[in-house]
């Protein structure tokens, strides 16, 4: 018997939809499910006859609001009965983790468990069922992990580890610049650093984007645009394409790095010009 799997939408704007459609296997992974509903996809069942369907698997894309409808149900009220039957549930999306970007205009709407970096009111009754797949939109293949892994290790923020447990910062193409302090001076380019000039995000940001690739080819950074934090629970950042320092020092340290090994380092860095690194910059300009 295949998994009935039921794909429900609060306050979304379809993103982590679209971007599961890009999946490179995404028809193998789709016929092994039963899909009882999806709001694009063929479905067994209407949007009217959710509310007595018995999901193993339910997936929620988009932020919990108090009386919004969807059809003639309220999404919190339908969630909540459909989940205490599923035996998992798949938060998918920034907005359906955290409450995401739709939050900057209400603060009400919240996450499964998280609400920001709060943890929600549903967080005791579905924290041993919930798995947490986040990104603004969320990486198709993380999402295909969601949906088929058996008993993932799971974060703080109940994000699997196998996804989760490093930066973005892992894996970009452009560490080399970031070590010896080399920016680049605009998006679009295929040289130098964005973190400190361009405020890129991917030192502070967990996931697996500069390992598996979007589509299989391009990241933000390959592709010269800085990471905008969008798996954290503070996405989105004020003054998002900035980095904020202290005569040249970031005011927050990369994670996991210690102030007095970052400016060690730094400091050695800077004393040195590496031409190799530099005459790049200067051809590709």
């Known amino acids: 018997m295949k998994p009935k799997i039921l794909w429900l939408q609060g306050v979304t704007c379809n993103g982590n939809s679209h971007s599961f459609f890009n999946l490179p296997n995404f028809k193998t992974l789709y016929d092994q499910f039963e899909w009882l509903y999806h709001p694009i996809l063929p479905s067994k069942l209407s949007l009217d006859e959710l ?8 997936v929620l894309e988009g932020g919990l609001k108090n009386g919004w409808q969807k059809g003639q149900e309220e999404v919190v009220a339908l969630f909540l009965k459909l989940a205490s039957r599923a035996k998992r549930v798949v938060a998918v999306g920034s907005c359906a983790v955290y409450g995401g970007v739709f939050r900057e205009y209400e603060k009400s ?5 998280f609400q920001g970096e709060q943890k929600s009111r549903w967080y005791e009754a579905l924290k041993a069922k919930t798995i947490n797949i986040p990104g603004c939109p969320a990486h198709p293949e993380w999402i295909a992990f969601g949906l088929s892994a058996a008993q993932p290790h799971l974060d703080s923020y109940h994000r699997p580890k196998e996804i989760f447990a490093y930066t973005v910062h892992s894996g970009c193409s452009r560490n080399e610049y970031f070590e010896w302090k080399v920016d680049a001076e605009g998006f679009g380019t295929k040289e130098g650093c964005l973190y400190y000039k361009q405020g890129c ?11 598996i690739l979007w589509n299989e080819i391009n990241s933000k950074t390959r592709a010269g645009t800085p990471c905008f934090g969008c798996t954290e629970p503070q996405f989105p ?4 394409f900035k980095t904020k320092t202290y005569m040249g020092i970031p005011a927050t340290m990369p994670l996991g790095v210690p102030k007095r090994a970052y400016l060690t380092l730094t400091g050695v860095a800077k004393s ?3 031409e190799r690194l530099t005459q790049r910059l200067i051809d590709e300009s």
């Open 51 to 58: 509310f007595d369907a018995k999901p193993e698997i339910l």
């Open 109 to 113: 709407i919240s996450g499964v468990l």
């Open 201 to 211: 995000q991917a030192p502070y940001t967990h996931g697996s984007c500069n390992k």
């Open 237 to 240: 950042k004020k003054e998002l």
């Open 272 to 274: 040195f010009r590496i």
